[in-house]
């Protein structure tokens, strides 16, 4: 299977950035596996004016979003990796969505009709931290959850599978809690 690991984390030496070299490395035993670092890249979260301007004439040319969307059309799988901040995705990947989710990359509009574009993408998964329990992100609703497993696997299309391995209470969590979800991290990716 073709993968594409997307990482948004600003310091690769961290438990996140721990987290996406592992899924690389465990993906890549297996699979034809790429990644996208957002922040090594200097990936520029925001839209600007012209850019939203012809957010809905700008066909399929998108300047220096183009390797991005060419790596996703090339992608069977896409898994994101990265910390939940203020119960949200990093900006930077919220910019990534807003930016590459668009008309003629994500999907078309016709006649008021919306279908999805990136049909070749068949499973939507994350690997994600939380600094809070489970409880207290489930109450606030789990948007990051959300972003992965229902906004972006819209634009795949019907039966676009979904795995979502999360690590709560980051926050208080000790280095045998962080090893036991690197293991199980592995395990799950292994099985792909």
Partial sequence: MRIL???AHPVAESFN????????????????????????????????REERLNYHEAGEERGELNP??????????????????????????KGFFD????????????DGTVRPKL??????????TYGQSRWAVRWLGDLPRAQITRFFTWFCGRGTRTLYLAQYNMNVSTARSRERFLKRVERRLGRL
């Fill in 99 to 110: 930016r590459t989710m668009g008309p003629d990359i994500a999907f078309t509009l016709q």
């Fill in 17 to 48: 950035g721990a987290l996406f070299r592992l899924t690389v490395e465990t993906l890549g035993r297996c699979h034809d596996v790429r990644a996208i670092d957002l922040n090594a890249d200097g990936f520029d979260p925001r839209m600007s």
């Fill in 5 to 7: 690991v997307i990482f």
């Fill in 68 to 93: 991005y969307i060419a790596q996703l059309r090339w992608a069977e799988a896409v898994i994101f990796c990265f910390p939940v901040w203020s119960y949200g995705v990093p900006a930077i990947l």
């Fill in 119 to 128: 049909t070749n993408i068949r499973l939507v998964g994350a690997v994600t």
